[in-house]
């Protein structure tokens, strides 16, 4: 059976309704902003023709979650987790800072930096199907070098760069679709990868891997390839996010660039319904899993609540989200009703 949209993706969804409610809530309380006031969470502002506001926000800085997502989907409906999305995304935006500063052209700097980055992906595949290491002992070592590498690469320095090309990634408006540039480039990877994984075999060849891996082997499956591809797939999504994240502040930072995004990948990821037991996978649950990281970060700045305690809330969101959706659940919640 091939991954479709599936409804597991409703269950991040009303956690994104539940989420707007609470902050529309909180903003028409006594001496708040109102519902759509200046300062509300539902305000929504046109300057030059392009809107703004948070749910602007939202959209803009969660495509980095729904990418590093869609990349890790695969990964995780093979059996496999990838630790290193984070190092590979501040590897990306090095090599793209450091030849644009060189004096290269855009699509030069970008080639680069996402070769650099499916690289690095492959690198992990090769180890997991190739040497036969633990997904998550192999991808830890390119999480910790990885941060290493991207810091050998700016020679241990913050690059800034000025190129209105890259900028753009992060930052454009396309004038026919005045929505954040990088939204939309998560939005046209969901659909080509949904349309790869549901227009041929390799929907099927994925799940098949991930469910039963000696029965795929014994079925004449090619499965070290393809696990080794579903890396360098997460790999090319961590480039593309390491692009997105250095074009928003218009820099490459190897100390911090993609710094504990992994966790918000794999959050997203389970959230949206994909298993880390593997054999099943949801594209679209992950993308608004992304959204829903994303919704949980902008309302808890929204709501002033601390870097310290921040985590806790989020913690107990996911974690309801997750118990929502989660078949035993629902299969009690249908027992119940029935009685």
């Given amino acids: 059976m091939t991954p479709r949209f599936r409804p597991r993706a409703a269950w991040p969804a009303l956690g994104i309704a539940a989420l707007i409610v609470f902050n529309a809530a909180s903003d028409l309380r006594t001496g708040g902003p109102g519902l759509i006031g200046p300062g509300?969470?539902?305000?929504?502002?046109?300057?030059?023709?392009?809107?703004?506001?948070?749910l602007i926000d939202?959209?803009?800085y969660g495509a980095t979650f729904m990418i590093l997502a869609i990349g890790m989907t695969p990964v995780v409906a093979t059996?496999?987790?990838?630790l290193s999305v984070g190092s590979i995304m501040a590897i990306a935006a090095?090599?793209?800072?450091?030849?644009?500063?060189?004096?290269?052209?855009?699509?030069?700097?970008?080639?680069?930096?996402?070769?650099?980055?499916?690289?690095?992906?492959?690198?992990?595949?090769?180890?997991?199907?190739?040497?036969?290491?633990?997904?998550?002992?192999?991808?830890?070592?390119?999480?910790?070098?990885?941060?290493?590498?991207?810091?050998?690469?700016t020679d241990s320095?913050?690059?800034?760069?000025?190129?209105?090309?890259?900028e753009y990634i992060g930052l454009g408006r396309p004038r026919w679709l005045p929505l954040p540039f990088p939204f939309l480039i998560a939005v046209g990877l969901v659909g080509v990868t949904a349309l790869l994984v549901r227009k041929t075999a390799l929907g099927l060849l994925l799940e098949a891997v991930g469910g039963n891996p000696p029965a795929a082997q014994l079925a004449g499956v090619r499965s070290r390839r393809i696990i080794a591809l579903t890396y360098g797939f997460s790999g090319l999504c961590a480039g593309i996010a390491g692009l997105i994240a250095a074009a928003n502040i218009k820099?490459?930072?190897?100390?911090?660039?993609?710094?504990?995004?992994?966790?918000?990948?794999?959050?997203?990821?389970?959230?949206?319904g994909t298993p880390l037991t593997g054999g099943r996978m949801s594209l679209a649950g992950a993308a608004v899993g992304g959204l829903l990281m994303q919704t949980l970060t902008t309302t808890m700045y929204a709501r002033n609540v601390g870097a310290d305690t921040a985590p806790l809330p989020e913690a107990l969101v996911i974690l309801v989200v997750a118990l929502v959706g989660a078949p035993r659940a629902a299969a009690w919640a249908r027992q119940r009703w029935a009685r």
């Fill in 157 to 166: 320095q913050i690059i800034t760069f000025h190129d209105p090309a890259l």
């Fill in 94 to 153: 090095a090599v793209a800072a450091v030849l644009s500063v060189g004096g290269q052209p855009p699509p030069v700097s970008i080639a680069a930096a996402l070769g650099a980055a499916v690289v690095c992906g492959l690198w992990n595949g090769a180890m997991v199907s190739g040497i036969g290491l633990q997904p998550f002992v192999a991808t830890l070592v390119l999480m910790v070098a990885g941060r290493g590498i991207a810091q050998l690469i």
């Fill in 58 to 60: 939202v959209l803009n």
């Fill in 251 to 272: 820099a490459a930072d190897p100390f911090n660039a993609g710094r504990n995004l992994e966790l918000a990948a794999i959050f997203a990821v389970v959230v949206g």
């Fill in 79 to 82: 059996r496999g987790i990838d």
């Fill in 40 to 54: 509300a969470f539902l305000h929504l502002a046109i300057r030059d023709g392009i809107p703004s506001g948070p």
